[in-house]
């Protein structure tokens, strides 16, 4: 992998142990080259962390890749439904390779939770040592970091 993409992955998990959720980290190491600056990328993720709003959903790492893509390939045109087929393909793929790397897409289950997180519970959890050396969350932010460089790698 080329060394700029490498530097992106390890700034998006730069990016989460600075405190950031998983969406934003992976979504803030590229945005910019998609024309958006570090503060707006970190506005339109800040509502996936958590699975999604805390719900523990689908995990806020992979909503990154779903970002980056729609910023990569999403179409424009409401009418062009070739261009979203192509994007949801792209989409497809690269969370297939997600839940083949990681087990799942889903935040409960990567964090061995039983089911999401009732509605109501959204107090964001401390990020303490204790919180970063029992959350898998900073591995599956550079595996999603990983899969989206590489994309951006393969489609050179």
Known sequence: MRKELEERVNRAVDN?????????????AFADIYGLDDTMA???????????????????AVSGIV???????????????IGKSACYKVVQELLAKSK??????????????KG???AGQYVASERTAEYYKE?????KVESAA???????????
């Open 16 to 28: 989460f142990m600075q405190g950031y959720g998983c969406c934003q980290s992976v979504v803030a």
């Open 42 to 60: 970190k506005r339109i993720a800040a509502g996936f962390g958590g699975g999604v709003g805390r719900l523990r959903m689908m995990c806020g």
């Open 67 to 81: 970002i980056l893509v729609g910023l990569d390939c999403g179409q424009t045109e409401g009418s062009d439904r």
């Open 100 to 113: 083949a790397d990681n087990g799942s897409l889903i935040c409960a289950e990567l964090l061995g939770l």
């Open 116 to 118: 999401p997180v009732p």
């Open 135 to 139: 959350r898998p969350c900073a591995a």
């Open 146 to 156: 990983r899969i989206f460089a590489q994309y951006l790698e393969e489609k050179k």
